[in-house]
């Protein structure tokens, strides 16, 4: 909800406007950090108990650079809330031309055929609209009216108990800032304050129950719910509210769609962000993967829409996507599983003064959480979940081969392997990524020019005749194949950029920064080096979505299956299972408040 992911800002390089976002009202500035805190209290006794340290923008752009390894992404994330976000869009999107803008129209129902979508609106008059098109998109949140009616099943259901928020300004609160400047702020007690803007802007968040009475209640005084989240295990930490923009409950919620397509997978309707996956904020995988999902999906439909593509676009949205939100929401689960045991001890103990006590007890209850804190680490920067997704069983992908680079959740492995992203590298120039040479779409990565420690194998020409080069080969079949393909020729000063992308002489991008083939090294297998016109038309035709990759097997649909570890740092065990197989049982961590 605040915390765009390094990956979504690198997205929005890619589109340029990454520097223009940044600068927009309500985005951190860069020196802030994205420091997260655990307190007993706010007020009297207040102690910090840990700290997360995670660092700047400044300070982590100076790490990218640093490490100009493939390792790092060409953008550092930006603290901003979604709200930000979505205006900069919508006003992108009003600002364009070729998009059609009807906000205020209210989605009823769709007709889907073989030949397209019909759907029915209702416009600000409430006179109903019927629109025809060739697709449509569902990107209606999580209560999807487009899912439904088309069918998709979703796996999955909300933990027990809720989360009250709220969401409002106060210049005091910035002014007495508690423990100095920090980005989340958790009570060892449970409930969790957000600083949005490094202004004057929080939104806090309060786990309470679920029974639309107990929130009905909560509703009529919401400016307690930030009071008594700062007070924690101590008495409420009242300050001067100026403004309540949004008070209500929440669910925190694990689900999985069956489906991004309808028709299981070979239809015209396709789900986005929330509609397809909804996960508890633990993370930050809930927009960014809509982001990605968004991303993912546009170049397909405009291969579509324009012809060029084939059915393997629609079936391969699901396959790509699909497996790599069930990694996220796994490991979504898994940093939940770092907080429980924090509240849990508080929860169990006979009496919670403890925490607030100078005394020897104490200090020494304070250490056992701050302990289990330090030891399970900060929760936003699993930068292989964030940066590393791969496709590895996409039909789409013209796979090669290649033994796959083993996986980190907190660390990208840089590959230029068909199905991953393309890492970042810059430049000799120390400022140009490789990413700001992408074409519009399609980008041929072209290092023939470029020595290195690998001999290329005996398909491929290196020689100057342009006519007779596989460049010239890859130019005239795409264009023959309408599809639009940026030559991106290499000089030979960028030998470290080809080594980081693995010292292959050509390698295809795909418009939304995937690999969808490499060539050109030597060990690579004798049938993928003769670049003829036969084999690039065939691989063009799988990228395209017209044939499917001899390597792509149809694999079984997995089950959503989570278990969130609810484990005390007593070693009490327990977990709250959630799937298939689980039936309605659960375990709650919202127990009985034991604050003295």
Not at 382 to 409: A, K
Not at 529 to 557: H, S, T
């Amino acid at each position: 909800m605040d915390n765009n992911s390094c990956h979504t800002m690198e997205i929005l390089r890619i589109m340029g406007f990454a520097e223009e976002y940044r600068q927009q009202p309500g985005a951190v500035p860069q020196h802030s950090d994205w420091d997260t805190i655990f307190f007993n209290t706010c007020g009297q006794k207040k102690k910090l108990v840990a700290r997360w340290p995670i660092p700047s923008n400044n300070e982590y752009r100076a790490r990218i650079h640093a490490n100009n390894d493939g390792s790092q992404p060409a953008e550092p994330g930006q603290r901003c809330s979604q709200i930000v976000l979505e205006a900069f869009l919508k006003k992108k999107c009003l600002a364009e031309p070729l998009i059609a803008s009807h906000f205020g129209y209210k989605f009823i129902s769709l007709e889907e055929d073989d030949e397209g979508v019909t759907a029915t609106f209702t416009d600000m008059d409430n006179q109903e609209k019927k629109i025809r098109a060739s697709y449509l998109v569902g990107a209606d949140g999580a209560r999807s009216k487009v899912r439904k009616s088309v069918g998709i099943g979703l796996q999955g259901r909300p933990l027990p108990g809720a989360f009250f928020m709220v969401h409002f300004r106060s210049k005091e609160l910035t002014q007495l800032s508690p423990f100095g400047k920090w980005w989340h702020a958790f009570g060892i007690h449970g409930g969790f304050m957000i600083d949005q803007d490094d202004v004057d802007t929080y939104t806090c968040h309060e786990p309470c129950s679920a029974d639309a009475a107990a929130i009905r209640e909560l509703q009529e005084h919401p400016e307690e719910i930030p009071y008594r989240v700062l007070g924690s295990l101590g008495k409420p930490y009242k300050f001067q509210i100026d403004e309540i923009m949004l008070a209500n409950a929440w669910r925190p919620n694990f689900a999985l769609a069956d489906s991004y397509v309808s028709r299981d997978g070979h239809g015209r309707v396709f789900l986005c962000g929330d509609a397809a996956h909804q996960n508890p904020p633990h993370g930050g995988y809930g927009m960014n993967s809509g982001v990605e999902d968004a991303i993912s999906l546009a170049w397909r439909l405009s291969a579509l829409y324009k012809g060029i593509g084939g059915s393997n676009l629609v079936t391969s949205y699901t396959h790509e996507r699909r497996p790599n939100m069930m990694l996220r929401l796994e490991r979504c689960a898994a940093h939940i599983g770092k907080f429980t045991p924090m509240i849990m001890r508080t929860m169990t103990a006979p009496n919670t003064d403890i925490f607030l006590e100078e005394s020897e007890e104490g200090e020494n209850a304070r250490v056992e959480i701050a302990r289990h804190l330090d030891s399970v680490g900060p929760e936003n920067i699993d930068r292989g979940v964030e940066l590393d997704l791969r496709y590895l069983n996409s039909e789409i992908i013209v796979s090669d081969g290649t033994r796959e680079p083993r996986f980190d959740n907190m660390r990208y492995t840089p590959s230029t392997r068909p199905g991953h992203r393309a890492p970042h590298v810059f430049l000799r120039d120390d400022q140009t990524s490789i990413v700001d040479l992408y074409g519009t779409e399609w980008s041929l990565m072209d290092f023939s020019k470029i020595e290195s420690d690998y001999q290329t194998t005996n398909g491929f020409d290196r020689s100057d005749d342009e006519a007779s080069s596989p460049v010239a080969t890859f130019k005239a079949v795409a264009k023959a194949m309408k599809m639009p393909l940026t030559h991106v020729q290499l000089d030979a000063g960028e030998k470290h950029v080809k080594n980081v992308w693995e010292n292959y002489d050509y390698v295809l991008v795909r418009p939304d920064g995937y690999v969808a083939w490499r060539g050109g090294k030597e060990g690579a297998r004798d049938e993928r080096c003769e670049l003829n016109e036969g084999r690039i038309r065939n691989i063009l035709r799988i990228a395209l979505g017209w044939k499917a990759d001899p390597g792509f097997v149809v694999g079984e649909k997995k089950e959503l299956n989570l278990k969130i570890n609810l484990t005390s740092i007593h070693g009490v065990e327990e977990e709250l299972g959630m799937g298939k197989g689980y039936g309605d049982a659960f375990v709650g961590i919202f127990r009985e408040d034991k604050r003295k």
